[in-house]
């Protein structure tokens, strides 16, 4: 599957809520998962598929998802990368949150192996 194909079936299944399917279908073992530091915060990454894994399975468990969008994919900087634009309605901590955010993908071999997620910065 080519760059292009790999942001088009990513958009697809996140916009269906299969986050799993994509994980499974699409994502590399040796994944790499950036999240920009919002507000000023620190980066944190994490590294293999059963560490994005368990972001996911954190995420799940803190946030109550309402509605996911997922728009693109964009051309990214080469030919290996696109960019998805997020946006979400969840409550956490008892709190309804809409977020939004873009996601940076790196494709080799057909498969993601690098996503940085940038949140909109707060104004």
Do not use: C
Request: aromatic share 8%; proline share 2%; charged share 25%.
């Amino acid at each position: 599957m080519d760059t292009t194909a790999v942001g088009k079936r990513l958009v697809e299944l996140t916009s269906a809520g299969k986050d799993p399917q994509a994980l499974d279908e699409l994502y590399a073992d040796n994944i790499v998962s950036v999240e920009g530091g919002s507000d000023g915060g620190e980066a944190q990454t994490w590294e293999g598929i059963e560490a994005v894994r368990e972001k996911h399975a954190w995420w799940d468990s803190a946030a109550t998802t309402h509605e996911t969008t997922a728009e693109g994919p964009y051309a990214g900087s080469g030919d290996d990368q696109f960019v998805v634009k997020f946006w979400m309605d969840v409550t956490m901590e008892g709190s309804r949150n809409q977020m939004t955010e873009v996601g940076l993908f790196t494709v080799a071999e057909g498969k993601i192996v690098r996503e940085v997620y940038l949140p909109l910065i707060a104004g």
